[in-house]
């Protein structure tokens, strides 16, 4: 019998529409090796490792009536050259014009015909770098055990660790018969199945939101935990089917610096360094910025320690009301970091078990979990949304290249205007903030507040 998509995976294909595409994705910068990196090149190391990632060679098929949730089967058509495209910046190509094309393909839905993925890569970038651009839909990250194609293709040194020949031959696609016979089959099995299936076919969207409801109720439970709905934001605005999107690059010993002088976690940073941001921001705007304004923001975190070996790892999700109104940098530092501590004491957090439910936890998709959670309760319970992923702190390479950035590209939920991505990598911490291109032109007015928040921070602590 084919492998059917979990509920909560079918309701975020119904659920996508053309301002919301569901899908995540990533820009990997690396310097071009002496022995080059071309499309050729990565193309033949993505069809090589593809074994590892069975998935990315399915495509998903209806069942005729929609009398059951839609199947992964293989696609017999499969082209790895239809995913893996070439893309190129005239030269010397600008880091905005890397920003502007990722912004563009990350506006398009992904094919629903074919498996839920696309890699660019992107030549002409200038001193001498490449660009790698991912888009992988949420229904692909189905699991803790989710792996990324990004995962597989990256290696700890230069020399590509050795992989066995694996010849693939797709297995026979099911006949329409097939589909509604396996369905009605179920449906015997778990009568309950047919009502579900013919509310999903009908595009109820109330039902397609009660499945993501029932997968989320730790959050929900979190949220009734605060006092207050998410205040009134201009981040919570009616968006269009167009992004911006801008990067900020900063240090993770910086963090650490701060961290060790007022104590509380490099996470506890990282939200004061974006409370500060989008304080910022708001005043720039002509915005009313009270000492009582905040900002709510979901906060999926690792909690691995970045510090320590990086041994364990575990995940949480949290409902931070960032102090946007608080002048002062190291009183929001303190706040955040008292109000982290509060979140932990008292439970009041999504259980990583609930998170394992929402969506793929391993570390490279991670960011997707706020977005899948974020879907259909941004305007109620939350402003915005924050992940921070604790990456590598070794250099990673694909093809010989090393790899010197990763930023991540987190998508928008219906009315939200903007989501921020945080990823740490070989000794730095890198920002993707994607914006919709209406509501927030000044997305790159955000990305540089950032890193004067941080600097701001940094000031703070005399030199030891």
Not at 213 to 237: E, K, M, T
């Amino acid at each position: 019998m084919p492998d059917r998509l979990s509920a909560l995976d079918a309701s975020f294909l119904y659920l996508e529409d053309q301002t919301t595409p569901m899908h995540v994705g990533g820009i990997s910068i690396f310097r071009r090796p002496r022995a080059g990196f071309d499309y050729d090149g990565l193309v033949a190391l993505i069809e090589q490792r593809l074994a590892l990632v069975p998935r990315y060679r399915q495509k998903v098929v209806p069942v005729p009536g929609r009398l059951a949730r839609p199947v992964w089967t293989d696609d017999p058509e499969f082209d790895v050259t239809y995913h893996v495209r070439r893309s190129a910046l005239p030269k010397p190509g600008s880091d905005q014009q890397l920003h502007d094309l990722a912004a563009r393909l990350m506006s398009r839905p992904l094919d629903h015909t074919r498996p839920l993925w696309e890699t660019y890569l992107v030549e002409g970038l200038e001193r001498n770098r490449i660009a790698v651009i991912t888009k992988t839909h949420h229904a692909m990250v189905d699991g803790i055990g989710a792996v990324e194609l990004g995962q597989v293709i990256l290696d700890v040194s230069a020399t590509p660790r050795p992989q066995p020949e694996n010849l693939w031959m797709p297995q026979p696609e099911p006949s329409a018969a097939q589909l509604v016979l396996d369905a009605v089959t179920e449906v015997v099995q778990r009568p309950g199945e047919l009502v579900e299936n013919v509310r999903s076919a009908a595009f109820d969207a109330a039902a397609t939101v009660q499945k993501v409801v029932g997968a989320v109720g730790g959050l929900i439970s979190a949220a009734r935990a605060a006092a207050l709905p998410a205040p009134g934001s201009p981040l919570n605005v009616r968006i269009s089917n167009q992004r911006r999107y801008s990067v900020a690059r900063t240090r993770l010993e910086d963090y650490r610096a701060v961290r060790k002088v007022h104590g509380g976690t490099v996470n506890d940073v990282v939200l004061a360094t974006v409370s500060g941001a989008l304080r910022n921001w708001l005043l720039s705007r002509g915005e009313a910025v009270t000492s009582a304004t905040t900002i709510r923001a979901l906060v999926p975190l690792s909690v691995r320690d970045t510090d320590g070996d990086g041994s364990g790892s575990k995940v949480q999700a949290y409902l931070i009301d960032l102090p946007v109104g608080e002048p002062n940098p190291v009183v929001r530092l303190h706040q955040i970091s008292h109000t982290m501590r509060g979140h932990k004491e008292s439970g009041q957090s999504v259980a990583a078990d609930t998170l394992v439910r929402v969506g793929g936890i391993a570390p490279p998709t991670l960011h997707a979990l706020g977005a899948r959670v974020a879907s259909s309760f941004s305007q109620r319970i939350f402003n915005v949304v924050v992940t921070n992923v604790p990456g590598p702190q070794v250099p990673l390479y694909a093809v010989g290249a090393r790899m010197t950035e990763m930023f991540p590209i987190v998508p928008l939920a219906k009315n939200q205007a903007l989501s921020i991505g945080v990823t740490s990598y070989d000794g730095g911490v890198y920002f993707g903030l994607n914006a919709d291109r209406d509501a927030m032109s000044d997305v790159d007015v955000v990305a540089g507040l950032v890193q004067e928040s941080l600097e701001e921070l940094v000031g703070t602590v005399a030199p030891q």
